[in-house]
């Protein structure tokens, strides 16, 4: 992973680490009426340190019913990018990471996928968690330079910033969200031992309680892995975050704090694959 890109981006960048941070303002931000954003999307980013930071869960296809091992076999299902296509899901896990992809260009695209829903995930506010998911989806090259300026940046005055204490965690009444939600992703590259998939996501991240001055909202980001075979499965070498593409806002009226706290602890993730 390069440590000189300067992508806005949340969780890694090629070498960046952007988040929100909060803002003066007053009143309810969960006070249920829709207002436009009172910053730019990059304003609302600030650069900190290295590599995989904020939000969040990646959506990116859902398996239809039937055998799992076989395709789809509706013939149109070639056609449409939306529709679910593949074999089953990956049954290995490392921890709440899955692992064990196939050598090939499907096998690469579901690793990228789930790689950007971890990364983009609240544990990386924690030290001891932080260091479990570098491990385990980067190369062990990689994942040796990314820890040290990790560490740097995800520092107890830079979590203070996001509301959060020294170990990542919200104060009580208060929820922390940092999600990735996969809408798709594009083979750039693939071969053998080799592939270069961009992952489609939109994502959430921000803090949800009565009173808070950085209320949850989404981004579009477009997020790009190398990756290598590397110990029988897919493991990044680098990762590059740009804007991305996004769609014009809706006009559904924001939540209240409550249902988004709600929400966050009804609604778990997903384990992803192509």
Not at 31 to 56: C, E, H, K, M, Q
Not at 75 to 90: L, Q
Not at 252 to 265: K, L, T
């Amino acid at each position: 992973m390069s440590l000189g890109d300067d992508n806005d981006g949340f969780g890694g960048g090629s070498g960046q680490t952007r988040t929100r941070l909060p803002e003066g303002g007053s009143g309810d931000p969960y006070d249920g009426t829709r207002r436009p954003p009172a910053r730019s999307s990059r304003s609302l980013i600030t650069v900190v340190g290295v590599v995989v930071l904020l939000i969040a869960a990646i959506a990116f296809a859902n398996r239809k019913g039937g055998d799992p091992e076989k395709t789809d076999a509706n013939p149109s299902a070639a056609r449409n990018p939306t529709s679910a296509t593949g074999v089953r899901p990956v049954t290995g896990k490392n921890g709440p990471i899955p692992t064990g992809f196939a050598r090939d260009e499907q096998g690469a695209q579901s690793a990228a996928v789930n790689y950007a829903v971890v990364l983009g995930s609240d544990g990386m506010f924690n030290r001891a968690s932080r260091h479990q998911i570098v491990d385990t989806v980067y190369t062990p090259e990689a994942a040796a330079r990314l820890k040290g300026p990790q560490d740097a940046a995800y520092s107890a005055d830079f979590l203070s910033k996001l509301g959060l204490d020294a170990e990542g965690k919200a104060p009580a009444g208060h929820t922390f969200v940092s999600r990735t939600i996969p809408v798709g992703t594009k083979v750039e590259q693939s071969d053998r031992d080799t592939a270069k998939v961009s992952v489609w996501y939109t994502g959430l991240i921000g803090m949800s309680g009565a009173g808070s001055t950085d209320p949850v909202r989404t981004t579009w980001k477009t997020w790009t892995f190398d990756l290598r075979w590397t110990s029988n499965d897919w493991k990044i070498t680098a990762d590059s975050q740009k804007d991305g593409p996004a769609p014009v806002p809706g006009d559904i009226a924001a939540s209240s704090a409550d249902e988004i706290s709600e929400a966050v602890e009804q609604f778990g993730g997903f384990t992803y694959a192509r």
